[in-house]
């Protein structure tokens, strides 16, 4: 398609600070990933990022610097001389940007430009595609490795309690204890801490700190301010992140009984049935240790604890018990080990169904598995739906059928509903008894048998409540708070399950939607192609023909291949007479007779067009009309239903008005008014051309004559100014310093004096005071004869402060001139607001002690030293600016020069001198290029070099 030695990519890091390119192309070779600092303003990638910014360039060399100030080599690959940058984009959203290069100059045109433009647009849709499906496999690998972790944590748990209720000395295994605590979290301290009611006491019996065992101590539960006994009197935990800023919860004041203070806590009471027998707690130096799942894991880990220290305790004291206990130890063992089934099977489930992407998968995959854990004879999940306000249940099974889909309303008050709405968990185990504990009235099921026994919870995501899951059966008294924790831990795998089957519904969705807009415009880009390039063919032929009277027929030919034209118009604008004449008028394929319609008519359409200068476009005429008239007034043929009108303008002169219409309503879309401009346009020129043509030989002899008087007058006059300028050339020579004067003062100088007009703006200054020499070059507002008025007030005023005022330091020489400059305009001005002045560059030169002083008003100095150019800028404020800135200190640059140091300052008229191939300015870098080449030549031969080169650039 196009010559493309090297093409690439570049996609914005997430953190939007790297442009990487992964696999640039070069001669059909993939070169290694590169990646640009977005920052770096020398990077063409960059700049076409950061700026949106589409970039051509067809000579590398001459166009580059139109976007960086400095050229860099490419970081992969070799340098290539044609560039053509995009950025991608996505509506809004910046994705990056796409390059095509070239080894060989101007090898992109506009065509090939448009294709690249057009490649743009799919890619940036491919790279956002790519981009979602990433995300979504990233979100499924991190939810499988929740799954996985919680799934370790169980099983770790289980085999701590095993080994913690299988032992009656509770001693022995504290520090096995400890240590598994350290394995799931931060448990810089640990304790277990036994409720002592009979002696009103907690005995710390068992702490570690930081892998140390602490004597033990006893808390009085009158100590309201112990963390222990705050969570054994109220039988709740304690979850603190920040000690010094969370501790009023709880106390009223931080009380440590021994040890170090620490930041995070969780406290957990230890519990048999309904009696507190102790405090479990893990603690943390560092803030923010813990999460609800680190309490989830102390609240099993309190279970087993509690067990154990009750068994440690009935061996202790209640050998009679032994037999009873045992079988309860025995039952509780069978419980916890069924837990461990269950948890198993329900961390199995949750593996099956996070890969499935259907509800009624998910259901139907649950359904089977729920069943080993409990009676779900009915199980169904609802899933709320925004747009129709409902929880919709798809898939619901009962009695192993599955259900046909039914949705409750948010309005009705059923259990489901309600259990949504208040986020809430809902147990009924018997239905008659029980139901008004949560709803008002009892009512029959949409589908199915009533259930006596029911289980509601809502299903969260993100910690928002999404839907609803249930299970019920048909027998009483069948659920207990096993089997709610146990639906508990499933909703939160079917939550993340539904999740991820939503999100690939809506990338499914998304991908078709964005699939059709994109077919939608690549056919609107054709279609505007098309459109584009019949109105370029139509508006050649019209502005190429001078009759239009022979071109209107082809004109409405043309022109119904774009749009609906059952009406067609050009109307001309007569101003003398006050009228529009409808001269050229076609409707159903005839043309009409002229007519013309009065200025004053405002309740005619052409009338307010051409009045208001503006675009008329109605899509129902008998509803839209009095958006223009206050009537509908069709002066010929009958009324149409759409309507376009469009000014036809020359500059900001209205020549007439361009009009098509349709019987149809809504027969129009901006597109189209757009096409009617372009013609209107290509129309206006054709009528101008005919009318100029009509009356252009009875006007030749007119003007002839008069062009003939005026060069009479003009040369005349003209002899009088140049002469007059000339003398004026002569009285500016005679009060600058000659060149002798110059080489008098400094023995190796030259000064390369080039006015643009006879007289000049620019002039130069030299002094000598004591051993020092001042001098300077000045660029004044202007050229020709106002820029020499301002070079002599300048002159004088510089020679004033230096010669009167004995000022010698350049940064004082210019604020005083500044000053004085500002006070002369603004006394000879009336307008304030005026903005004359002049740019100065001042030193003063010890050529005993080398040193150099220097200021500048928006002039630079230049000093050449092994062959480098060293800058000092000059402060960004010019001589005059008066308005408000009569005040201004300029700053004063002092200098130590060094042995073959050669001192350049200049005004800008060299370096903005259009010329060369291009046309171009020269620009400073030509300039720094030009005086580095030549500054080991003699003075004289540099004035000849650079003399030399600035007229060869000039010419071109």
């Given at each position: 398609?196009?010559?493309?030695h090297?093409?690439?990519?570049?996609?914005?890091?997430?953190?939007k600070?790297?442009?990487?390119?992964?696999?640039?192309?070069?001669k059909?070779?993939?070169?290694?990933?590169?990646?640009?600092?977005?920052?770096?303003?020398?990077r063409?990638?960059?700049v076409?990022?950061?700026?949106e910014?589409?970039?051509?360039?067809?000579?590398?060399e001459?166009?580059?610097?139109?976007?960086i100030q400095?050229?860099?080599k490419?970081?992969?690959?070799?340098?290539?001389?044609s560039i053509?940058?995009?950025?991608?984009?996505?509506?809004?959203?910046?994705?990056?940007?796409?390059?095509?290069?070239s080894?060989?100059?101007?090898?992109f045109d506009?065509?090939?430009?448009n294709?690249?433009k057009?490649?743009?647009?799919?890619?940036?849709?491919?790279?956002?595609?790519?981009?979602?499906?990433?995300?979504?496999?990233?979100?499924?690998e991190e939810?499988?490795?929740e799954?996985?972790?919680a799934?370790?944590t169980?099983?770790?748990?289980?085999?701590?309690?095993k080994?913690?209720?299988s032992?009656?000395?509770?001693?022995?295994?504290?520090?096995?204890?400890?240590q598994?605590?350290g394995?799931?979290?931060?448990?810089d301290?640990?304790?277990v801490r036994?409720y002592?009611k009979?002696?009103?006491?907690?005995?710390?019996?068992y702490?570690?700190e930081?892998g140390?065992?602490?004597?033990?101590?006893?808390?009085?539960?009158?100590d309201?301010?112990?963390?222990?006994?705050w969570?054994v009197?109220?039988n709740?935990?304690?979850?603190?992140?920040?000690?010094?800023?969370?501790?009023?919860?709880?106390?009223?004041?931080?009380?440590?009984?021994?040890?170090?203070?620490?930041?995070?806590?969780?406290?957990?009471?230890?519990?048999?049935?309904?009696?507190?027998?102790?405090?479990?707690?893990?603690?943390?130096?560092e803030?923010?240790?813990?999460?609800?799942?680190?309490?989830?894991?102390?609240?099993?880990?309190?279970?087993?604890?509690?067990?154990?220290?009750?068994n440690?305790?009935?061996?202790?004291?209640?050998?009679?018990?032994?037999?009873?206990?045992?079988?309860?130890?025995?039952e509780?063992?069978?419980q916890?080990?069924?837990?461990?089934?269950?948890?198993k099977?329900?961390?199995?489930?949750?593996k099956e169904?996070?890969?499935?992407?259907?509800?009624?998968?998910?259901?139907?995959?649950?359904?089977?598995?729920?069943?080993?854990?409990?009676?779900?004879?009915?199980?169904?999940?609802g899933?709320?739906?925004?747009e129709?306000?409902d929880?919709?249940?798809?898939?619901?099974?009962?009695?192993?059928?599955?259900?046909?889909?039914?949705?409750?309303?948010?309005?009705?008050?059923?259990?489901?509903?309600?259990?949504f709405?208040?986020?809430?968990?809902?147990?009924?185990?018997?239905?008659e008894?029980?139901?008004?504990q949560y709803?008002q009235?009892a009512?029959?099921?949409?589908?199915?048998?009533?259930p006596?026994?029911?289980?509601?919870?809502?299903?969260?995501?993100k910690?928002?409540a999404?839907?609803?899951?249930?299970?019920q059966?048909?027998?009483?008294?069948?659920?207990?708070?096993?089997?709610?924790?146990?639906l508990?831990?499933?909703?939160?795998?079917?939550?993340g399950a539904?999740?991820?089957?939503?999100?690939?519904?809506?990338?499914?969705?998304?991908v078709?939607?964005?699939?059709?807009?994109?077919m939608l415009?690549k056919?609107q880009?054709?279609?505007?192609?098309?459109?584009?390039?019949l109105?370029?063919?139509?508006?050649?032929?019209?502005?190429?023909?001078?009759?239009?009277?022979?071109?209107?027929?082809e004109?409405?030919?043309?022109i119904?291949k774009?749009?609906n034209?059952?009406?067609?118009?050009v109307?001309?604008?007569?101003?003398?007479?006050?009228?529009?004449?409808?001269?050229?008028?076609?409707?159903?394929?005839?043309?009409?007779?002229?007519?013309?319609?009065?200025?004053?008519?405002?309740?005619?359409y052409?009338?307010?067009?051409?009045k208001?200068?503006?675009e008329?476009?109605?899509?129902?005429n008998?509803?839209?009309?009095?958006?223009?008239t206050?009537?509908i007034?069709?002066?010929t043929?009958d009324?149409?239903?759409s309507?376009l009108?469009?000014?036809?303008?020359?500059?900001?002169?209205?020549?007439?008005?361009?009009?098509?219409?349709?019987?149809?309503?809504?027969?129009?879309?901006?597109?189209?008014?757009d096409?009617?401009?372009t013609?209107?346009?290509?129309?206006?020129?054709?009528?101008?051309?005919?009318n100029?043509v009509?009356?252009?030989e009875?006007?030749?002899?007119?003007?002839?004559?008069?062009?003939?008087?005026?060069?009479?007058?003009?040369e005349?006059?003209?002899?009088?100014?140049?002469?007059?300028?000339?003398?004026?050339?002569r009285?500016?020579?005679?009060?600058?310093?000659?060149?002798s004067?110059?080489?008098a003062f400094?023995?190796?100088a030259?000064?390369?004096?080039?006015?643009?007009?006879?007289?000049?703006?620019?002039f130069?200054?030299?002094?000598?005071?004591?051993?020092?020499?001042?001098?300077?070059?000045?660029?004044?507002?202007?050229?020709g004869?106002?820029?020499a008025?301002?070079?002599?007030?300048?002159?004088?005023?510089?020679?004033?402060?230096?010669?009167?005022?004995?000022?010698?330091?350049?940064?004082?020489?210019?604020?005083?001139?500044?000053k004085?400059?500002?006070?002369?305009?603004?006394?000879?001005?009336?307008?304030s607001k005026?903005?004359d002045?002049m740019?100065?560059?001042?030193?003063?030169l010890?050529?005993?002690?080398?040193?150099?002083?220097?200021?500048?008003a928006?002039?630079?100095?230049?000093i050449?030293?092994?062959?480098?150019?060293l800058?000092?800028?000059?402060?960004?404020?010019?001589?005059g600016?008066?308005v408000?800135?009569?005040?201004?200190?300029?700053?004063?640059?002092?200098?130590?020069?060094?042995?073959?140091?050669?001192?350049?300052?200049?005004?800008?008229?060299?370096?903005?001198?259009?010329?060369?191939a291009?046309?171009?300015k020269?620009?400073?870098?030509?300039?720094?290029?030009?005086?580095?080449?030549n500054?080991?030549?003699?003075m004289l031969?540099?004035?000849?070099?650079?003399?030399?080169?600035?007229e060869?650039?000039?010419?071109?």
């Amino acid at each position: 398609m196009m010559d493309a030695h090297g093409f690439g990519i570049g996609i914005v890091s997430d953190n939007k600070t790297i442009l990487n390119f992964p696999g640039y192309i070069e001669k059909d070779v993939v070169l290694s990933s590169s990646g640009y600092d977005l920052s770096d303003e020398n990077r063409l990638a960059t700049v076409c990022f950061n700026k949106e910014l589409e970039i051509v360039i067809n000579d590398y060399e001459l166009e580059a610097g139109k976007f960086i100030q400095k050229r860099l080599k490419p970081v992969v690959g070799e340098s290539v001389q044609s560039i053509i940058y995009l950025p991608l984009k996505l509506g809004e959203k910046k994705l990056g940007v796409l390059t095509v290069q070239s080894f060989n100059k101007n090898a992109f045109d506009d065509y090939k430009v448009n294709l690249v433009k057009n490649l743009a647009v799919y890619c940036a849709i491919a790279i956002e595609n790519a981009t979602l499906y990433k995300k979504l496999e990233e979100r499924v690998e991190e939810r499988t490795q929740e799954l996985i972790t919680a799934q370790e944590t169980t099983r770790m748990l289980s085999v701590i309690g095993k080994e913690i209720i299988s032992t009656t000395d509770f001693d022995s295994i504290f520090h096995t204890l400890h240590q598994k605590v350290g394995q799931l979290m931060n448990a810089d301290c640990f304790s277990v801490r036994v409720y002592q009611k009979d002696r009103h006491e907690i005995d710390y019996k068992y702490s570690m700190e930081k892998g140390k065992l602490k004597t033990p101590l006893s808390v009085s539960m009158n100590d309201i301010d112990n963390y222990s006994v705050w969570c054994v009197t109220h039988n709740k935990e304690i979850f603190i992140n920040d000690n010094l800023n969370e501790y009023h919860k709880y106390t009223k004041k931080i009380v440590v009984p021994s040890g170090e203070m620490p930041n995070s806590l969780l406290f957990c009471p230890l519990t048999i049935g309904d009696r507190v027998t102790g405090v479990i707690t893990v603690q943390s130096f560092e803030k923010d240790a813990y999460t609800p799942f680190h309490m989830d894991v102390l609240k099993t880990l309190g279970t087993y604890t509690a067990i154990a220290l009750e068994n440690a305790n009935l061996v202790e004291t209640l050998e009679e018990k032994v037999n009873e206990r045992t079988s309860e130890v025995v039952e509780q063992k069978e419980q916890l080990e069924k837990s461990f089934r269950n948890s198993k099977l329900l961390s199995e489930i949750g593996k099956e169904i996070s890969a499935t992407l259907s509800v009624d998968e998910i259901i139907s995959t649950v359904y089977t598995q729920i069943n080993t854990l409990m009676d779900a004879t009915i199980f169904g999940i609802g899933i709320h739906r925004p747009e129709s306000n409902d929880l919709y249940f798809s898939g619901s099974m009962e009695k192993g059928e599955k259900l046909n889909s039914f949705a409750f309303d948010l309005k009705e008050e059923k259990t489901a509903t309600v259990c949504f709405l208040q986020c809430k968990e809902f147990v009924i185990n018997d239905w008659e008894n029980e139901y008004k504990q949560y709803i008002q009235k009892a009512y029959k099921p949409v589908a199915g048998e009533a259930p006596e026994s029911l289980i509601y919870m809502p299903l969260l995501s993100k910690g928002k409540a999404i839907g609803v899951i249930t299970v019920q059966s048909f027998t009483k008294h069948v659920y207990n708070d096993h089997h709610l924790d146990l639906l508990r831990s499933l909703s939160v795998y079917v939550g993340g399950a539904i999740e991820n089957a939503n999100l690939y519904k809506g990338l499914e969705e998304r991908v078709v939607e964005r699939t059709k807009e994109v077919m939608l415009q690549k056919e609107q880009i054709e279609k505007s192609h098309e459109n584009t390039r019949l109105l370029s063919k139509i508006g050649q032929h019209i502005i190429s023909n001078i009759n239009f009277d022979d071109i209107f027929g082809e004109l409405h030919e043309n022109i119904s291949k774009l749009m609906n034209a059952d009406c067609f118009g050009v109307r001309i604008y007569h101003p003398k007479l006050n009228q529009i004449e409808y001269r050229y008028e076609m409707e159903n394929g005839e043309s009409f007779e002229p007519i013309s319609v009065s200025m004053d008519n405002d309740d005619n359409y052409s009338v307010w067009c051409v009045k208001n200068k503006k675009e008329i476009f109605i899509n129902d005429n008998l509803n839209e009309y009095h958006k223009y008239t206050k009537k509908i007034v069709v002066p010929t043929g009958d009324m149409p239903s759409s309507l376009l009108f469009c000014p036809m303008m020359i500059g900001e002169r209205v020549v007439g008005v361009i009009t098509v219409q349709s019987f149809e309503k809504n027969a129009y879309v901006p597109l189209h008014m757009d096409v009617l401009k372009t013609l209107g346009t290509y129309t206006a020129i054709a009528l101008e051309n005919a009318n100029l043509v009509e009356n252009l030989e009875e006007k030749v002899e007119e003007r002839t004559k008069e062009v003939v008087k005026q060069k009479e007058i003009i040369e005349e006059t003209n002899k009088h100014i140049t002469d007059s300028i000339k003398y004026a050339k002569r009285i500016q020579e005679a009060f600058l310093p000659t060149e002798s004067m110059v080489n008098a003062f400094l023995k190796s100088a030259f000064v390369l004096y080039k006015p643009k007009d006879i007289v000049s703006g620019d002039f130069y200054w030299i002094e000598k005071k004591d051993n020092k020499v001042l001098f300077a070059v000045v660029d004044c507002t202007g050229h020709g004869v106002p820029g020499a008025f301002m070079s002599i007030i300048g002159f004088n005023a510089i020679n004033q402060i230096v010669n009167e005022y004995n000022y010698t330091k350049p940064s004082e020489i210019l604020t005083q001139l500044n000053k004085s400059i500002s006070t002369t305009l603004s006394q000879k001005v009336e307008d304030s607001k005026i903005r004359d002045g002049m740019d100065v560059a001042l030193c003063l030169l010890d050529l005993e002690n080398l040193t150099l002083e220097f200021a500048g008003a928006f002039s630079p100095l230049f000093i050449l030293r092994d062959g480098e150019v060293l800058k000092t800028k000059g402060d960004k404020h010019p001589i005059g600016n008066f308005v408000g800135a009569e005040d201004f200190e300029f700053t004063n640059h002092e200098i130590q020069l060094m042995q073959g140091d050669k001192l350049y300052i200049f005004s800008d008229g060299f370096v903005d001198q259009f010329g060369g191939a291009g046309g171009k300015k020269l620009k400073y870098n030509a300039f720094r290029n030009l005086l580095t080449e030549n500054h080991q030549k003699t003075m004289l031969d540099q004035k000849t070099a650079i003399n030399d080169f600035f007229e060869t650039w000039r010419a071109g």
